[in-house]
């Protein structure tokens, strides 16, 4: 499995951006695609995730802000981020993971087997 993430960069706050994540050889159908950020030095946070369903869901600090989407034609995972402030800056990361029921996702990263490479976003006041 390869994770291409795209769409990173600078923004002023209120701004928006699009990430994109191309997933090559993915085809687990029990699987969840999510979005992970870090911040120098601290721990991946999830942000948001989509189960087997394609329910999603979102940590509490971007929820009604960000939207993840997925094109099943183009096995590509997408991450709406608008409204953006200061403290959505970060690395941003694609993963994959089992479903652990077949549905929800794992809410640790350690529960998550692949990873891209990351996209610098960075959000200035």
């Known amino acids: 499995v390869q994770l291409v993430e795209s769409g990173g960069g600078s923004v002023q706050a209120g701004g928006s951006l699009t990430l994109s994540c191309v997933a090559s050889g993915y085809t687990d159908s029990n699987g969840c695609m999510g979005w992970f950020r870090q911040v120098s030095g601290n721990k991946r946070e999830i942000i948001a995730s989509l189960d087997p369903h394609d329910t999603a869901g979102y940590a509490a600090s971007v929820k009604g802000r960000f939207t993840i989407s997925k094109d099943r034609a183009k096995n590509t995972l997408y991450l709406q981020m608008n409204s953006l402030n200061p403290q959505d800056s970060g690395e941003y990361y694609c993963?994959?993971?089992?479903?652990?029921?077949?549905?929800?996702?794992?809410?640790?990263?350690?529960?998550?087997?692949?990873w891209g490479q990351g996209t610098q976003v960075n959000v200035t006041s």
């Open positions: 993963a994959t993971a089992k479903s652990p029921y077949g549905w929800g996702c794992p809410g640790g990263d350690g529960e998550w087997s692949d």
